[in-house]
């Protein structure tokens, strides 16, 4: 009985040793900042608009994480019966970056999102204004894979002018 004991307790330890060392050859520090995909999300071909509303005490540059439709019909407004692109919330965040430009804007979009740590990022945009001058709203909404409502999003703006 004694024998098997020892035996046992040997198989245990060897297999409890040969488990750690192969875990830690498993774990690899990740390199951030990693370049996150997106897909650009658009309201064209449908009666819908933005429904965002500016106006005092408004933070005018900022990112709204959406991760229902419930969240997305606070943001969108359609006209009668129609409706916008689906989004399969299940596995996908839409960020809307939205805010008021000082001059009109011929183009706005997302040059990347970085993510820099487990929850903290940075979207960075391209707002391409012109000559006129007067408060232009502007909206950049993106698809991602899955995101935690409590992550932490910096918005990167470069006012560009437009060569046109």
Same mark, same amino acid.
């Given at each position: 009985?004694?024998?098997?004991?020892?035996?046992?307790?040997?198989?245990?330890?060897?297999?409890?040793?040969?488990?750690?060392?192969?875990?830690?050859?498993?774990?690899? %520090?990740?390199?951030? %900042?990693?370049?996150?995909?997106?897909?650009?999300?658009?309201?064209?071909?449908?009666?819908?608009?933005?429904?965002?509303?500016?106006?005092?005490?408004?933070?005018?540059?900022?990112?709204?994480?959406?991760?229902?439709?419930?969240?997305?019909?606070?943001? +969108?407004?359609?006209?009668?019966?129609?409706?916008?692109?689906?989004?399969?919330?299940?596995?996908?965040?839409?960020?809307?970056?939205?805010?008021?430009?000082?001059?009109?804007?011929?183009? +706005?979009?997302?040059?990347?999102?970085?993510?820099?740590?487990?929850?903290?990022?940075?979207?960075?945009?391209?707002?391409?204004?012109?000559?006129?001058?007067?408060?232009? %709203?502007?909206? +950049?909404?993106i698809i991602v894979k899955?995101?935690?409502?409590?992550? +932490?999003?910096?918005?990167?703006?470069?006012?560009?002018?437009?060569?046109?």
């Amino acid at each position: 009985m004694k024998k098997i004991k020892i035996i046992i307790s040997i198989f245990c330890f060897c297999f409890t040793m040969i488990s750690c060392t192969k875990d830690d050859k498993n774990i690899q %520090p990740i390199d951030y %900042p990693i370049d996150i995909p997106f897909t650009e999300y658009s309201l064209a071909g449908t009666s819908c608009n933005w429904n965002l509303i500016y106006g005092e005490g408004y933070d005018y540059e900022k990112i709204i994480i959406i991760n229902s439709k419930e969240e997305l019909n606070n943001y +969108v407004k359609c006209i009668g019966e129609s409706s916008y692109h689906e989004i399969d919330f299940t596995k996908f965040t839409l960020l809307l970056a939205n805010g008021i430009a000082s001059s009109s804007y011929e183009y +706005v979009g997302c040059v990347s999102l970085l993510i820099f740590s487990d929850k903290n990022y940075n979207m960075e945009i391209d707002l391409f204004l012109t000559e006129l001058t007067s408060l232009t %709203p502007w909206q +950049v909404p993106i698809i991602v894979k899955k995101i935690d409502e409590d992550s +932490v999003i910096n918005l990167i703006i470069n006012n560009l002018i437009s060569q046109k």
